[in-house]
């Protein structure tokens, strides 16, 4: 079963930190492009931080750059979104995504979510 599941959501005061984690399963998770996405009430979703399969070459969103990481350890199949200096406009649903191939065309695989919620 080809699944993605995050953890490390949370309510978390301006200013302070939160590490998202997410683990897949069922696909070759070493040759998938990595990225975290997210979603507030009311937008639409966007791109937060992609990673490259082998871990090369990163990508941030212009609102996120200096504040997030994005990272990845394919032994554990697990990519990384530290979020540093948080603020109360990255409150959202954040969501990762994995690029594949799969049958000679891409695909997208989508976990389910969890929810960041920064506030005083």
């Known amino acids: 079963q080809v699944q993605l599941v995050e953890s490390g959501g949370g309510l978390v005061q301006p200013g302070g930190s939160l590490r998202l984690s997410c683990t897949g399963s069922g696909f070759t998770f070493s040759n998938a492009h990595m990225s975290w996405y997210r979603q507030a009430p009311g937008k639409e979703r966007e791109l937060v931080a992609e990673i490259t399969s082998a871990g090369g070459s990163t990508n941030y969103a212009d609102s996120v750059k200096g504040r997030f990481t994005i990272s990845r350890d394919n032994v554990k199949s697990t990519v990384y979104l530290q979020m540093n200096s948080l603020k109360p406009e990255d409150t959202a649903v954040y969501y990762c995504?994995?690029?594949?191939?799969?049958?000679?065309?891409?695909?997208?695989?989508w976990g389910q979510g969890t929810q960041v919620t920064v506030s005083s």
């Open positions: 995504n994995a690029k594949r191939i799969y049958r000679f065309k891409p695909e997208d695989i």
